[in-house]
T-cell receptor, first 116, second 112 residues
Framework: GAGVSQSPSNKVTEKGKDVELRCDPI?????LYWYRQSLGQGLEFLIY????????KSGLPSDRFSAERTGGSVSTLTIQRTQQEDSAVYLC??????????????FGPGTRLTVT | KQEVTQIPAALSVPEGENLVLNCSFT??????LQWFRQDPGKGLTSLLL?????REQTSGRLNASLDKSSGRSTLYIAASQPGDSATYLC???????????FGSGTRLQVQP
């Protein structure tokens, strides 16, 4: 079946602009995660959604970052007033559940964001 | 705070060689450990998932082991091929957390 999809695959934006990144999880997966991969920082957790529960936002680096998940499926990560340090690959993952029985996380291809 | 370390950072081997990639983590209170492969410019492909109660998992030429008490995992690749060239990432899921904590990866180059 279809895997996790993300769009756009690449985004170049000017410093100070807002950007929206989209993630379509695998159908039936209730848990959705956003991670960021940047040079020198490795892969970092940003935010987690599980069903209708309140999201875990503990990894968001600043209040310029926000995310929502509509209808328990598609998620959008929004970065306001982008800065050059926001340049990174943003990866989305989904799993059958986020509960402790711990299903595998499946990752999308990522969105490469470049802030000029 | 969980920290995951992968050694070596880079590895180059001739085709056909068996090899071992190492992963260590500081907090043994984990639910599971997952090994991923990442090709340049691509996302992550899950290779193996080991639950905390398991000692190893196998998939084809790949075998991953887990020693939770000592905070170590190894990924064994048998009869390496040029197509195995990629970055291999280890990640753990701590008890009480939803997210994975990743190591910085081992960049593998298999020479034909």
């Amino acid at each position: 079946g279809a895997g996790v999809s993300q769009s756009p695959s690449n985004k170049v934006t000017e410093k100070g602009k807002d950007v929206e990144l989209r993630c379509d999880p695998i159908s039936g997966h209730t848990a959705l995660y956003w991670y960021r991969q940047s040079l020198g920082q490795g892969l970092e957790f940003l935010i987690y959604f599980q069903g209708n529960s309140a999201p875990d936002k503990s990894g968001l680096p600043s209040d310029r970052f926000s995310a929502e998940r509509t209808g328990g499926s598609v998620s959008t990560l929004t970065i306001q007033r982008t800065q050059q340090e926001d340049s990174a690959v943003y990866l989305c993952a989904s799993s059958l559940s986020g509960n402790p029985t711990s299903y595998e996380q499946y990752f999308g291809p990522g969105t490469r964001l470049t802030v000029t | 705070k969980q920290e995951v370390t992968q050694i070596p950072a880079a590895l180059s081997v001739p085709e056909g060689e068996n090899l071992v990639l190492n992963c260590s983590f500081t907090d043994s209170a984990i639910y599971n450990l997952q090994w991923f492969r990442q090709d340049p410019g691509k996302g992550l492909t899950s290779l193996l998932l080991i639950q905390s109660s398991q000692r190893e998992q196998t998939s084809g030429r790949l075998n991953a082991s887990l020693d939770k008490s000592s905070g170590r995992s190894t990924l064994y690749i048998a009869a390496s091929q040029p197509g195995d060239s990629a970055t291999y990432l280890c990640a753990v899921r701590d008890t009480g957390r939803r997210a994975l904590t990743f190591g910085s990866g081992t960049r593998l180059q298999v020479q034909p």
